[in-house]
């Protein structure tokens, strides 16, 4: 069986296969997440509809044969960038 990717939001779940832009969802559970076949279109997903929209970082994970690992976490030590 392929990898499949899951992108998960720290307090609001994964996001839901039924995302729309205009109407953001969220999953409890990956069994109602959506998937992504490849690393780079979850991280092209995340970088294009979730971060310019989310003040708090995402995770990418990675199901392959059942075992959910964490491929990229959000980093808590990078310098916040002040807007003048």
Do not use: C
């Not at 899951?6 to 109602?32: R, T, Y």
């Not at 076949?37 to 929209?53: E, H, I, M, N, Y």
């Amino acid at each position: 069986m392929a990898a499949q990717y899951f992108i998960q939001v720290s307090g609001l779940g994964f996001i839901h296969k039924n995302w729309k832009d205009a109407e953001p969802q969220f999953a409890e559970s990956k069994a109602k997440a959506k998937t992504w076949k490849t690393r780079q279109g979850a991280v092209d997903f995340g970088a294009q509809k979730l971060t310019p929209r989310l003040r708090m970082g995402w995770e990418l994970w990675q199901d392959e044969e059942g075992t959910m690992q964490p491929i990229m976490k959000p980093r808590r030590d990078m310098p916040r960038i002040k807007k003048n």
